[in-house]
């Protein structure tokens, strides 16, 4: 069963603009992570937030994290047509081997 | 550094076949894994391991076997490959301790697209 679950699951903005991204979980956790999947590349590491932390910040990415309805957003600012990809939320639950649960994604398409 | 690397890339196998993908890293990771991605479905977990001669079921472990035999290399063998294992397959690694810079963060390789007939 998926952990997160992304939300829009499709998303199409215009160059320049913000694209917010939201994932939702279901149980407790030790971080969540932000994931960028070019179209028939592999998974690229963006940004990791610890559950004590809120709000978290990496160049145009900013991600926040809500524990209390286990929800979290990724904001990209200023949006490029090379943002364009999947991107994935994933978790890692209390107790795992660091073990990630992946959400489904939101592909994200920025028109120059 | 080479990362992870998977081979082979691309694999086209008949119903009853059997094969192995490797993954090989080159960063010292103590955990590696391999994940599936399916359309509209994210990736799943299929099997994991924690250190050299571990291994470990995940979400989806039915159909698949690993071994782990070298700390760098993660092997996920197909004994009888079923249409319904057409996938692109994904092996990660990471390391296991907090203090690393990069602690928790998984690392790619650029996939294995299987397609079974």
């Known amino acids: 069963s998926q952990q997160g679950e992304e939300d829009p699951q499709a998303l199409s903005i215009q160059e320049g603009e913000n694209a917010t991204m939201n994932c939702s979980y279901k149980t407790s956790i030790n971080n969540l992570q932000w994931y960028r999947q070019n179209s028939g590349r592999g998974l690229v590491h963006l940004i990791l937030?610890?559950?004590?932390?809120r709000e978290k910040h990496s160049g145009r990415l900013r991600v926040t994290l809500d524990t209390s309805k286990k929800s979290s957003s990724l904001l990209i600012t200023a949006s490029r047509a090379a943002d364009t990809a999947s991107y994935f939320c994933?978790?890692?639950?209390?107790?795992?081997?660091?073990?990630?649960?992946f959400g489904s994604g939101t592909q994200l398409t920025v028109l120059p | 550094n080479a990362g992870v690397t998977q081979t082979p890339k691309f694999r086209v196998l008949k119903t009853g076949q059997s094969m192995t993908l490797l993954c090989a890293q080159d960063m010292n990771h103590e955990y590696m894994y391999w994940y599936r991605q399916d359309p509209g479905m994210g990736l799943r977990l299929i099997h994991y391991?924690?250190?050299?001669?571990?291994?470990a079921k995940g979400e989806v472990p039915d159909g698949y076997n690993v071994s782990r035999l070298k700390k760098q290399n993660f092997l996920l063998g197909l004994e009888s490959a079923a249409p319904s294992q057409t996938s692109v397959y994904f092996c990660?690694?990471?390391?296991?301790?907090?203090?690393?810079?990069?602690?928790?963060?998984?690392?790619f390789g650029e996939g294995s697209r299987l397609t079974v007939l």
């Open positions: 391991s924690v250190g050299e001669g571990t291994t």
């Open positions: 937030i610890r559950s004590n932390e």
């Open positions: 994933a978790t890692e639950r209390v107790g795992s081997a660091r073990q990630l649960t």
């Open positions: 990660a690694s990471s390391y296991s301790s907090d203090r690393v810079r990069r602690a928790g963060e998984l690392f």
